[in-house]
Structures are given as structure tokens and as C-alpha cells.
């Protein structure tokens, strides 16, 4: 049994449904960032990404009504989170013309919904605007359900949420599966999961030890080589005996830091950590670079350093299957991109099966050159979702797609 075959066992994709004049629910992910002055979104690969989907149901006819939230209104309608320049986005992408009614619930939506033809699509207003979204309320499901006919989840960046649009609506609905964008996700990610192609390395950045420590337990088991970078690195260095002075580390994170250090060693998997850190003594002063152990009162770790750009470097070199999740520094400022550009290149340079998982690391590699995303096998496009994947957690967006229950596969389970 394989983890591809039990990851996607019981769930349709859009292909094998019936969607002709028919109007088909597709929830994508248009949670995409945007310019906080300007309100101009900065990068819409997520939008672009959901195109075939969306193209293919129009192709065949359907009356496609797509759903999305975007931020975090709490319940109530904020102008500012608006999906309008999503629609416009959508429209230019596409070449469609998307209608866009001022409430998923309103009279409008009944009525723009109702007036589709085959081939035309409209985008619901943000979900989000209900409270109902967000507690996964079955009575907003239900009223939901009433729009359509056939359901299709195409948001992997909303999958892990017990949500109303991705968890409660599709089971009140038969006739439901993926977009190819979620099924090319649990694909590509799957085959981090079950048997990957070794020596199989893992490079994760971030902030917290604790937010990743079952996503850390889990590599350790599966990897050959976990190389650690970002503010993460920080805490590890620090558990073992380096001054780190003004960095930011988890302090409270330093014992559990200790314990996955060796079971790593236990496990006889690669635990690499930074040997240099590009330092500074605030995030917008000239940076410098020193060995581990090296900062002095007052400078702070920033970004890795040349020399573990190489290290890290050279094991993604010698592997067949690499996963990157979480940047290796404060990228945001080109004084401490180096680190995560440089992974970057080094993914884009290997011949190994390579997955970036999405989020801050994405939006690396795509700062990192023009050409560059092109050159990887797989960028997904949710960051949460694809780390409680690869921690073995199962996405409420996801089971709720399965007309049969899956199967566990015993190799999924991580030992007591």
C-alpha cells in the first residue's frame, strides 16, 4: 500500500465528475498577499495556480461559483478584505468575466447564481465575513449547499482548517472531489511520505522548535539529513552550549531542543546545524558574519552564513529527495537573504525529486530569481497544510473529499 494510493483512495478529481450545465462549488485559496498602502496584491500565484481547475469546469460547461476567504475579519464584512481585487486578478489571468455579488448569502448571490450560463463563473464574496465559516457551522454549510450541485476543494492552503467550506459543506454533498491543484499537491507530497528515493534531506527554517516539533520527529525518522536554519537554529545552538547574545531563540524550547538533538543521534540521522550566522546588532543595521559561538554582547543572528549555505548546500547535492519548509533567515531584508537564496539555488541546481513547502519559503524562491521557481519539481502552495501533512495529521479538507474511508497505512504511524 502506498501512501500516494491511501492519500488520494476514495476521493474523485474533477475529471471524473459530472459537472456538464451543472453548477459546480470549486473552494480555491485566494488568501494572497497584498500591498497594505497600495491594496495591490503582490503575489498571485495562488490565483494562477487554481486557473486549470477553474478553466476546465468552464470547458466543459459548468456554472462555476468559486469561494475563498481571505484574512482574518472575524465574522463581520471589512471592506479592505474584499475579494474584489482577487476577482480582478482572476479576470485578467483567465480572460474571464467574473461576477462578484456582495455577499455569499445574499439576494444578489441567488440571483447572479442563478443567472449563469454554462461557461460563465462568478467568485462569492470572502467567507470569512460569516462567522459560521470559521466554526465550521453546519447551518451555514447547509445554506451554502443550496447554491450548488457538485462540490470541488481545490484550496490545499485551507485543507488543514475545520472550516465550514472545506470540511462541513462537502459532506452534505454526494457528488464532491479535488481540483488538480489538491490532488497534484497530495501527489507530490505523498511521495515525501512513503518510501521516498534516498538519501532523502530536509532543510526547515522558522521561528519555534515547538511549532514544528512533530514535523522535526517525524523527519527525523524518515530523513537521512535535517538541516536546521532560520530563528529555529538559534535555539538549537543555544542547547548546546553557544552564545547566541540578542538572537531570538525559544527559551523555554531549549530542553526539547536538547531531546530532538538526540534523537536524531539516536536514530542515526544527519542532524546538521548553522556553523556560521550572518550577524548585526538590529534587523536594519550592516550585517556581519561570524563562526557559531562567535556573537558578542548586543549582535544578534540574523541568517545563516556562507559556510552553511555550503554545508546544506552540499547534502541537498548528494541527495535524490529534498523537502525546504521555513526561510533561513530575515530574507524580507536583502542584508540576510543570502542564506535562503542560496538553498534556493542549491534546490533549483539538483537532480532530486525537490518540494518546497509553501509559505515564507515559497515567497523565497521567488525572490530569489525570476527562474528559479521553474526549475523545482513542486512549490506548494499551503505552508500549514503540507507541514501536518508530513507530520502524519490528516486534513479535515481533505477527508471530508473521501466517499470511502481510507486506509492507514502502518508505515504512517510514528513509534511510540
Known amino acids: 500500500m502506498s501512501a500516494m494510493t491511501t492519500q488520494l483512495d476514495g ?36 490565483i494562477q495556480r487554481a486557473i486549470p481547475t477553474i478553466a476546465h469546469a468552464l470547458e466543459r460547461g459548468a456554472r462555476v461559483i468559486l469561494g475563498s ?40 448571490a441567488v440571483k447572479v447564481i442563478g443567472e449563469l450560463r454554462a461557461g460563465q463563473l462568478c467568485l462569492l464574496e470572502n467567507l470569512r465575513f460569516h462567522p459560521g465559516e470559521e466554526s465550521n457551522d453546519e447551518g451555514f454549510a447547509r445554506d451554502l449547499s443550496d447554491l450548488f450541485d457538485v462540490y470541488v476543494n481545490d484550496a490545499f492552503g485551507a485543507a488543514h482548517r475545520a472550516h465550514a467550506s472545506v470540511s462541513a459543506l462537502p459532506k452534505l454533498i454526494p457528488e464532491r472531489g479535488m481540483g488538480f491543484l489538491l490532488r497534484d499537491e497530495l501527489k507530490s507530497l505523498a511521495r515525501l511520505l512513503e518510501q521516498p528515493q534516498k538519501p532523502f534531506v530536509a532543510v526547515l527554517g522558522g521561528a519555534k522548535v515547538s511549532d514544528k516539533i512533530g514535523v522535526i520527529e517525524r523527519l527525523i525518522v524518515k530523513s537521512d539529513a535535517l538541516c536546521i536554519g532560520g530563528a529555529m537554529a538559534n535555539t538549537f545552538a543555544a542547547a548546546t552550549g553557544r552564545e547566541m547574545a540578542e538572537s531570538l531563540l525559544q527559551a523555554d524550547g531549549l530542553p526539547l531542543a536538547r531531546t530532538l538533538i538526540e534523537k536524531a543521534r539516536d536514530a542515526g540521522t544527519k542532524l546538521l546545524l548553522p556553523s556560521d550566522f550572518v550577524v548585526a546588532d538590529s534587523a536594519d543595521a550592516n550585517s556581519g558574519t ?87 519539481d513542486f512549490i506548494s502552495t499551503g505552508g500549514g497544510a503540507a507541514l501536518e501533512l508530513i507530520e502524519g495529521k490528516q486534513l479535515p479538507g481533505v477527508e471530508a473529499l473521501r466517499t470511502t474511508p481510507r486506509p492507514i497505512d502502518p508505515a504512517e504511524q510514528l513509534p511510540e
Do not use: Y
Open 11 to 46: 476521493i474523485q478529481c474533477i475529471d471524473e465528475l459530472e459537472i456538464e450545465n451543472r453548477r459546480v462549488f470549486i473552494r480555491v485559496d485566494f488568501n494572497v498577499p497584498f500591498d497594505k498602502k497600495t491594496g495591490e496584491i503582490t503575489d498571485a500565484d495562488r
Open 290 to 376: 561570524v563562526a557559531v559561538g562567535g556573537l558578542t554582547s548586543g549582535s544578534m543572528a540574523l541568517d545563516i552564513g556562507p559556510k552553511t549555505v555550503e554545508s546544506f548546500s552540499a547534502e541537498i547535492a548528494a541527495a535524490k529527495t529534498v523537502f525546504w519548509n521555513g526561510p533561513m533567515g530575515l530574507f524580507e531584508n536583502p542584508a540576510f537573504a543570502a542564506g535562503s537564496t542560496g538553498i534556493a539555488h542549491a534546490l533549483a541546481e539538483t537532480e532530486a525529486f525537490s518540494v518546497v513547502g509553501g509559505g515564507d519559503s515559497a515567497a523565497a524562491v521567488r525572490a530569489a530569481g525570476d527562474n528559479l521557481a521553474s526549475q523545482l
Open 69 to 108: 476567504h481571505r484574512g482574518r475579519p472575524k465574522g463581520t464584512a471589512v471592506d479592505s478584505l474584499s475579494l474584489e481585487p482577487c476577482a480582478a486578478k482572476l479576470s485578467e489571468l483567465g480572460g474571464w468575466e467574473v461576477f462578484l455579488p456582495d455577499d455569499c448569502l445574499s439576494d444578489a
